[in-house]
């Protein structure tokens, strides 16, 4: 290792902290930059690393998700945020979902405590003059570093939104008005199903749909990811929409009928004591006293207390397309790398993983070699490349999907997905040993 490299990360989220812990692991310096407490989002409320915001879980378990075979790939190539986030588990079926308090903690103490890590709680307003630099800022970087990037790259840049389902007290819940499965009866029993009629679907609907939400700012543009659509823009798609999203009573049948419910809201467990509970798919732009009036008419929710109310924020995200490699490196200025949703991936695995390709990058650069992207066959390295590739018109998010990875020739949709996923592992298996 070259004596007195340091490296300078800004932002200790998700992506920031994996990338710092990567480079520490290296025996590289960082200087860390994090403005929280000084300065903090409208979406972050502690001064922890990596803090969810949103959701509490990682996603599915199964490499036969997207998710999960992303989560297998990053054990294999030694993420120091997945181990993190296994010991702050919760259940959640074949779900990652985590105590959101205990791994921040987690994070924020493998941080503090890695060789050579200095932390500086102060705002960056401009790219740092330094030969290793990791800009994990964020999606909702403050606007001085936001217009540093602009003009470094010389446009605009595009934004989204992204939305926060709300959690409720589990004592709060009328005893007895749910009953405790996971879909199709896969897992250990994580979920708590709220049934609805028909009748009572169709009330719910109508105040879903007649809600007062918060109203956009005058110069703001609603682009709402796929992902995170607020469910009363999922509802006005149709009637039915619902019932085919978030709402889905597939594969959840009722013990106590037998039968499979019109509707069914799931509350998934969101800390360890189970003392919570997250509206699970109910992302909302909804005003605070609408969402009580509204998911109120849940049954069972009728006296719920909510610890969290839904929101929406503003995520904004540079075109990778343009700007940057597989590797998460700027064209044309080496040493420089982003990392995190900044870059265009959406998810918290997306996020971390993007982490680990722009730490490891920086540390082949620390080295003298040129940074090499990932196998296109293994899903880190297809939604790096997927992310990055050159393409005409504004840029979407993109998080871990089967549809990323080169096809193969199998018959079958859940054989495919196996096949793509024994070569991806298989492909990650081989880098793994040689990755800096």
């Given at each position: ?254 013990p106590r009928t037998g039968r499979i419910p019109h509707a069914v809201l799931q509350l998934r467990k969101e800390n360890a004591q189970g003392s919570m509970f997250n509206l699970v798919g109910f992302q909302t732009r909804m005003t605070y006293p609408e969402q009580k009036r509204v998911f109120s008419l849940v049954p069972g929710m009728e006296d719920a207390e909510f610890l969290r109310y839904g929101s ?49 990058s920086a540390v082949a650069r620390a080295l003298g070699r040129e940074p090499r992207p990932f196998p296109p066959e293994s899903m880190v390295g297809a939604l790096m490349a997927h992310v990055t590739a050159p ?46």
């Amino acid at each position: 290792m070259p004596e007195g490299v340091r490296a300078t990360v800004v932002g200790a989220g998700l992506a920031g902290s994996e990338a710092t812990l990567r480079l520490a692991r290296a025996g590289i310096g960082v200087d860390l930059f994090e403005m929280r407490p000084g300065k903090s989002t409208e979406a972050h409320r502690t001064e922890r690393f990596a803090e969810l915001v949103c959701s509490n879980s990682l996603g599915s378990e199964e490499v036969v998700s997207g998710k999960g075979l992303l989560k297998e790939e990053l054990r294999l190539l030694g993420s120091a945020l997945i181990p993190i986030a296994e010991a702050a588990r919760v259940p959640a079926g074949k779900a990652l979902a985590v105590d959101r308090e205990r791994f921040a903690q987690g994070v924020t103490e493998a941080v503090r405590s890695a060789p050579g890590v200095r932390v500086f709680e102060e705002e960056v307003t401009g790219i740092p003059d330094a030969p290793l630099v990791v800009l994990a800022c964020g999606p909702l970087a403050p606007e001085p570093i936001v217009s540093a990037i602009r003009e470094l790259l010389g446009d605009a840049g595009f934004y989204f939104y992204d939305a926060i389902s709300p959690i409720v007290d589990a004592a709060s819940i009328a005893p007895g008005a749910g009953y405790v499965a996971d879909r199709y009866g896969a897992g250990t029993g994580d979920y708590l199903n709220l049934p609805m009629d028909r009748e009572q679907y169709a009330r719910f609907l109508d105040a879903l749909l007649s809600a007062k939400t918060v109203p956009l700012r005058d110069f703001e543009e609603a682009r709402y990811f796929e992902g995170c659509m607020p469910v009363e823009e999922i509802a006005r798609r149709g009637p039915e929409t619902l019932l085919f999203g978030p709402l889905r009573p597939v594969g959840l049948r009722d013990p106590r009928t037998g039968r499979i419910p019109h509707a069914v809201l799931q509350l998934r467990k969101e800390n360890a004591q189970g003392s919570m509970f997250n509206l699970v798919g109910f992302q909302t732009r909804m005003t605070y006293p609408e969402q009580k009036r509204v998911f109120s008419l849940v049954p069972g929710m009728e006296d719920a207390e909510f610890l969290r109310y839904g929101s929406v924020h503003r995520n904004g995200f540079l075109d990778a397309r343009r700007c940057l490699t597989p590797c998460m490196e700027l064209r044309g200025r080496p040493g420089l790398f982003f990392a995190g949703q900044i870059t265009g991936v959406e998810g918290y695995v997306e996020s971390i993983a993007s982490g680990l390709v722009a730490g490891a990058s920086a540390v082949a650069r620390a080295l003298g070699r040129e940074p090499r992207p990932f196998p296109p066959e293994s899903m880190v390295g297809a939604l790096m490349a997927h992310v990055t590739a050159p393409g005409e018109g504004d840029p979407q998010p993109m998080n871990a999907n089967f549809g990323l990875l080169p096809e193969v020739a199998v018959r079958g949709k859940k054989d495919r997905k196996g096949r793509k996923a024994e070569i991806a592992l298989d492909a990650v298996r081989k880098v793994a040993p040689s990755l800096p």
